[in-house]
T-cell receptor, first 111, second 114 residues
Framework: QKEVEQDPGPLSVPEGAIVSLNCTYS??????FMWYRQYSRKGPELLMY????GNKEDGRFTAQVDKSSKYISLFIRDSQPSDSATYLC???????????FGTGTRLQVFP | DAGVIQSPRHEVTEMGQEVTLRCKPI?????LFWYRQTMMRGLELLIY????????DSGMPEDRFSAKMPNASFSTLKIQPSEPRDSAVYFC????????????FGEGSWLTVV
């Protein structure tokens, strides 16, 4: 079993839809959780970073962490065609330098 | 800052040839990471350096892979001899502190071994 599981998609939604992207993990030692966005033929870029359970909001993006269920989510409100990309979750333990990535979910927002 | 700079952006080579990928991290960043991305396995950490010293190379798939960081502004990832299964995108990334904070990725080196 992989440490981090993520549905690869693709997920195709109309412009304006609410998008929900999810990851599950098996290691309860993970404490820091991140979402990266990767456009086609580019490197990943950090989108959201959370530490504690609960929600963190940044504009149209909300990151949610449920440590009891080992489940994290990224919600995108009012999705735009420019949101079309692959979204990767990532997580790490305290006092370590290694990020563990999910395989990514490909999202397409059509006009 | 120009960000993490990788070269070449694209490389097509024949099986058995040596491949060298290059990376210039962001100035002042103490950590440098080499990742490999494939459709099947996603983004995998190969090796990372702290202050030019290799810290963890447990992700390097086999002895055909080697990485060096001779100074704070340059690192190489070498594959010798290359095999078709090495075809992937190789990313270099750097961060000023531990991986719990922002990692900045380069645009990747797209390697095809035929």
């Amino acid at each position: 079993q992989k440490e981090v599981e993520q549905d690869p998609g693709p997920l195709s939604v109309p412009e304006g839809a609410i998008v929900s992207l999810n990851c599950t993990y098996s290691n309860s030692a993970f404490q820091y959780f991140m979402w990266y966005r990767q456009y086609s033929r580019k490197g990943p870029e950090l989108l959201m970073y959370t530490y504690s359970s609960g929600n963190k909001e940044d504009g149209r993006f909300t990151a949610q962490v449920d440590k009891s269920s080992k489940y994290i989510s990224l919600f995108i409100r009012d999705s735009q065609p420019s949101d079309s990309a692959t979204y990767l979750c990532a997580m790490t333990r305290p006092n370590t330098d290694k990020l563990i990535f999910g395989t990514g979910t490909r999202l397409q927002v059509f006009p | 800052d120009a960000g993490v700079i990788q070269s070449p952006r694209h490389e097509v080579t024949e099986m058995g040839q040596e491949v060298t990928l290059r990376c210039k991290p962001i100035s002042g960043h103490d950590y440098l990471f080499w990742y490999r991305q494939t459709m099947m396995r996603g983004l995998e950490l190969l090796i990372y350096f702290n202050n030019n010293v290799p810290i963890d190379d447990s992700g390097m798939p086999e002895d055909r892979f080697s990485a060096k960081m001779p100074n704070a502004s340059f690192s190489t990832l070498k594959i010798q001899p290359s095999e078709p299964r090495d075809s992937a995108v190789y990313f270099c990334a750097s961060t000023p502190d531990r991986a719990g904070n922002t990692i900045y990725f380069g645009e990747g080196s797209w390697l095809t071994v035929v």
